[in-house]
């Protein structure tokens, strides 16, 4: 089974902080995304990569940026961290193959910005 | 996009099959239609999808209506595992990243 690990379950963080969130999974798949989710507004796009080194922003980019080195590790960065970005974070991936292919999410981070 | 919508809430009892439906009146020749679920305190899981014939798979069925308007998910013999928070989710072919997940049904599984 695929397997798509988030290195915290839990996170708490001061506002004006650079917040590290670390994703890797282990099946050699090309996409990788970063989901925020929020009670009422579903799963929302932060960014996708489809390679290494390659990014896209997603529909709620700002405040965020992402870091593709390896293929397996795709890494969300909030860049001074404010109290609005307290939120359930969600990492997937999938194989190459457009809207047919199934995305394999982590467990989630649950992360608090004080 | 082409959203979906689905009942807030539904329960069933154990070892009764259940079926989860979903309108998307607004789906396009392209979009796949797809099945996630989320426990609580988990990441969503992969259930099913479909294009247009009827699908099963060892954890359920998906129905689709010969218009593909709306399409209902199969739980064949619910379990208190199968407690969980459902999405049905157009996801286009050709943009693979667009997927919008929305509310959901929660389906609450009664002993």
């Known amino acids: 089974d695929v397997k798509v690990t988030q290195s915290s379950r839990y996170l708490v963080k001061r506002t004006g902080e650079k917040v590290f969130l670390e994703c890797v999974q282990d099946?050699?798949?090309?996409?990788m995304f970063w989901y925020r989710q929020d009670p009422g507004l579903g799963l929302r796009l932060i960014y996708f990569?489809?390679?290494?080194?390659?990014?896209e922003k997603g529909d709620i980019p700002e405040g965020y940026s992402v870091s593709r080195e390896k293929k397996e590790r795709f890494s969300l960065i909030l860049e001074s961290a404010s109290t609005n970005q307290t939120s359930m974070y969600l990492c997937a991936s999938t194989i190459q193959g457009g809207g047919l292919m199934p995305q394999h999410f982590g467990d989630g981070t649950r992360l608090s910005i004080l | 996009d082409a959203k979906t919508t689905q009942p807030n809430s539904m329960e069933s009892n154990e070892e009764e099959p259940v079926h989860l439906p979903c309108n998307h009146s607004t789906i396009s020749g392209t979009d796949y239609i797809h099945w996630y679920r989320q426990l609580p305190s988990q990441g969503p899981e992969y259930v099913i999808h479909g294009l247009t014939s009827n699908v099963n798979n060892r954890m359920a069925s998906l129905a689709i209506a010969e218009d593909r308007k709306s399409s209902t998910l199969i739980l064949h013999r619910a379990t208190l595992r199968d407690a969980a928070v459902y999405y049905c989710?157009?996801?286009?072919?050709?943009?693979?990243?667009?997927?919008?997940f929305g509310s959901g049904t929660k389906l609450n599984v009664k002993p």
């Open positions: 099946m050699d798949h090309e996409n």
């Open positions: 989710i157009l996801r286009d072919t050709h943009n693979f990243n667009k997927f919008y």
């Open positions: 990569s489809y390679d290494v080194k390659m990014k």
